[in-house]
T-cell receptor, first 113, second 114 residues
Framework: AQTVTQSQPEMSVQEAETVTLSCTYDTSESDYYLFWYKQPPSRQMILVIRQEAYKQQNATENRFSVNFQKAAKSFSLKISDSQLGDAAMYFCAYRGYGNKLVFGAGTILRVKS | EAQVTQNPRYLITVTGKKLTVTCSQNMNHEYMSWYRQDPGLGLRQIYYSMNVEVTDKGDVPEGYKVSRKEKRNFPLILESPSPNQTSLYFC?????????????FGPGTRLTVT
């Protein structure tokens, strides 16, 4: 079975600074997809960024980028120029052949002004 | 507007009183799923459905039932709720394939069982 591990329960970052959230996963599948979801206090789940395992190029979406290391099974999220609106719970998630999303435990990100 | 709706958004109930949380999507998605979110555990899949009349257990199915009689609806049924089912519940939908497709989440249902 696939597992996803987020080892940082909480992180803090100063406004305008850069922060990296860590995620590792375990799978025996060769083709899969990885996602980062943001959950603000409203509880809505918002897709931040996705990465296809067969693509070596790291995905980027504006201030959000990932560092995908397939051999190490690592998928970290970098947030540049952090803003107050980035404060939220962030979940790393895996989706393979079975279509099920497997989530990590989440990382609470606090942004200080 | 493309969306997944859930009702109710908040529910407080007592042990043993049957309840249903409804989920509906207007995007003609084949795949629908229920998750529960608990602190320190992230979201875990309860049940999923790949199409009408096709449902299967996820990782934590005990104490829950589902049905998929119409493509747009996927209700979650708690026949005899217990306090350990107090949680935040999410319904989600997506096209069946490929797995790169984003899963669209409903707004969540906060359930408290006393």
């Amino acid at each position: 079975a696939q597992t996803v591990t987020q080892s940082q329960p909480e992180m803090s970052v100063q406004e305008a600074e850069t922060v990296t959230l860590s995620c590792t996963y375990d799978t025996s599948e060769s083709d899969y997809y990885l996602f980062w979801y943001k959950q603000p206090p409203s509880r809505q789940m918002i897709l931040v960024i996705r990465q296809e395992a067969y693509k070596q190029q790291n995905a980027t979406e504006n201030r959000f980028s990932v560092n995908f290391q397939k051999a190490a099974k690592s998928f970290s999220l970098k947030i540049s120029d952090s803003q107050l609106g980035d404060a939220a719970m962030y979940f790393c998630a895996y989706r393979g052949y079975g279509n099920k999303l497997v989530f990590g435990a989440g990382t609470i990100l606090r942004v200080k002004s | 507007e493309a969306q997944v709706t859930q009702n109710p958004r908040y529910l407080i109930t007592v042990t043993g009183k049957k309840l249903t949380v409804t989920c509906s999507q207007n995007m003609n998605h084949e795949y629908m799923s229920w998750y529960r979110q608990d602190p320190g555990l992230g979201l875990r899949q309860i049940y999923y459905s790949m199409n009408v009349e096709v449902t299967d257990k996820g990782d934590v199915p005990e104490g829950y039932k589902v049905s998929r009689k119409e493509k747009r609806n996927f209700p979650l049924i708690l026949e005899s709720p217990s306090p350990n089912q107090t949680s935040l519940y999410f319904c989600a939908s997506s096209p069946f394939a490929p797995p790169s497709y984003e899963q669209y989440f409903g707004p969540g249902t906060r359930l408290t069982v006393t």
